[in-house]
């Protein structure tokens, strides 16, 4: 039977049997177990908004800035209880995207995975960018040599009288960043597993070891006035923690990306919530502890504009070099990790649209040998290279916060859609993770949370992001309607 144009925009599927059926026919391999996807999530979130995005958030909020990271974190958590219920039933790459799709049907998912295209995509190429400030502060520190500018300027750099094209230049270190973890990816899900979790104990490891250092030098004056009270119009009190929230909240990406890796892990109805609740804990606490510390350590309005700001703390604290070299030696590790495991659950998404049939084929063929979707990995690794490379990650941060709020909402709208759902068809089983309070109640408030930070994010940020989600329904009715698997004509 052909169907009319709603049922094709609301059509939905049954996810596990198509992932049991995907192993049995030679798919992704469950390989990874709850301590690896607990790193997977705490390296893909820690490292980015701690390393990187004080330097943008604190000059909005002040030393009220713990108080964005607070608020970044609570709706988190309420998206978090969310995404594991979700999780429980619907144990499948592609996170969010494939939550939708058996929800609240095909045509939402897309806009889903376009969300999540952003954020995962952009995301790689914000923090492959910082990756190179500290790399550029550890061979400084270590030899006396620096990057020549011409490596390591973007063509296209955002300033205050705007945009300005730094013709011949190119940042150089993401793209080889960019490169080694498309080289590691293509080897295979548990061999990159196994790297990044040794990297995220390095990466913890490293920031004790700068709040450890850092309040040796603590002053509580640092501290006063605790809101902004002068500035930019429109980011003074509150109005400056909420736009900071926006700022930082992408750095919880982490907790989608253990969603991702639903087909990969032994045991996923008990392992990928508890892995999602574990990272949220392990995260917040550690951003707040380092927010603590460095605000401490340094007056609010020495942050803006400072490169590799962890380790110049440090360097200030103590008047010595050492402290600063060893911070960003961990940081460049800490920041390989978080690349490496945002270009993962870029791949799988991707992974997961395509076996659906809404886009190219070629982004879920599965080598033979690493069942890695080599293919797929090597596509994304060029786009978020050539980003990373000649981009500013000024342009970057805002949208990333944009996707990630967007994709939040629409798993939240899940919750109570597949409830009743389960429901209707008699299928509603008692046990397994549910969130508390009801269908409603905790799904709202992270509905209301993430509407509440959006309102801090910049208008040139909203019509950009606009415009991404006019060229997704464009490719949706262009290619996807018509190509999806649960087409019938």
């Not at 923090?127 to 400030?133: H, L, N, V, Y």
């Not at 998404?349 to 659906?356: K, V």
């Not at 309070?437 to 799904?443: C, D, E, K, S």
Request: proline share 4%; charged share 10%; glycine share 10%.
């Amino acid at each position: 039977m052909s169907q009319t144009l709603v049922q094709k925009l609301t059509r939905t599927k049954t996810i596990e049997r198509e992932v049991e059926h995907t192993h049995a026919t030679g798919g992704l391999v469950r390989s990874m177990g709850l301590f690896s996807l607990t790193m997977i999530g705490v390296g893909a979130t820690i490292g980015t908004g701690i390393f990187f995005t004080m330097v943008e958030a604190v000059p909005k909020a002040g030393p009220a800035v713990i108080l964005s990271f607070l608020l970044a974190a609570l709706t988190a958590g309420l998206t978090a209880l969310c995404y594991a219920e979700l999780a429980f039933r619907i144990p499948a790459s592609g996170s969010s995207y494939s939550f939708a799709y058996a929800t609240v049907g095909e045509f939402l998912a897309f806009i889903m995975a376009a969300c999540l295209l952003l954020e995962y995509g952009l995301a790689a190429s914000a923090t492959a960018i910082g990756w190179s400030d500290y790399l550029n502060n550890f061979l400084g520190n270590a030899f006396g040599w620096h990057i020549p500018s011409l490596l390591r300027t973007p063509m296209i750099v955002s300033k205050p009288e705007g945009i300005i094209f730094n013709v011949g230049h190119i940042n150089l270190p993401p793209i080889i960043l960019v490169g080694l973890c498309c080289f590691l990816l293509a080897r295979g899900a548990k061999e990159s597993a196994r790297t990044n979790a040794i990297m995220v104990i390095i990466k913890l490891a490293i920031l004790l070891f700068f709040v450890a250092i850092a309040l040796t030098g603590f002053d509580a004056a640092n501290f006063t006035p605790f809101f902004k009270v002068e500035g930019e119009k429109g980011l003074l009190g509150m109005a400056g923690v909420t736009a900071a929230a926006g700022t930082v909240f992408f750095s919880f990406i982490g907790l989608d990306t253990v969603a991702t890796a639903g087909e990969e892990v032994h045991n996923p109805k008990r392992n990928v919530p508890l892995g999602i609740l574990a990272a949220l804990g392990i995260v917040t606490v550690f951003y707040l502890l380092v927010a603590v510390a460095a605000l401490g350590a340094q007056p609010a309005h020495m942050f803006e504009g400072q490169e590799a700001g962890l380790a110049v703390i440090l360097q200030n604290v103590t008047g010595k070099a050492w402290p600063a070299l060893v911070l960003s030696a961990g940081a460049v590790i800490s920041v390989f990790s978080v690349t490496l495991v945002t270009i993962y659950g870029q791949t799988r998404i991707l992974y997961a649209i395509s076996r659906d049939g809404l886009i190219s084929k070629s982004f879920h063929k599965v080598h033979a040998r690493t069942a890695s979707p080599v293919i797929n990995t090597i596509i994304v690794s060029i786009v978020v290279g050539l980003v990373a490379g000649f981009v500013d990650a000024t342009f970057l941060w805002d949208m990333v916060s944009m996707g990630t709020l967007t994709a939040f909402i629409v798993v939240s709208i899940a919750v109570p859609v597949m409830r009743m759902k389960e429901r209707r068809a008699g299928t509603y089983k008692k046990g397994g993770f549910r969130v508390p309070f009801g269908p409603y109640v905790v799904p709202g408030l992270s509905i209301g949370a993430c509407l509440y930070l959006m309102i801090g994010l910049s208008n040139t940020t909203r019509v950009i992001f606009a415009i991404w989600m006019a060229a997704a329904i464009l490719t949706y009715f262009g290619y996807g309607i018509r190509n999806s698997r649960l087409n019938k004509v």
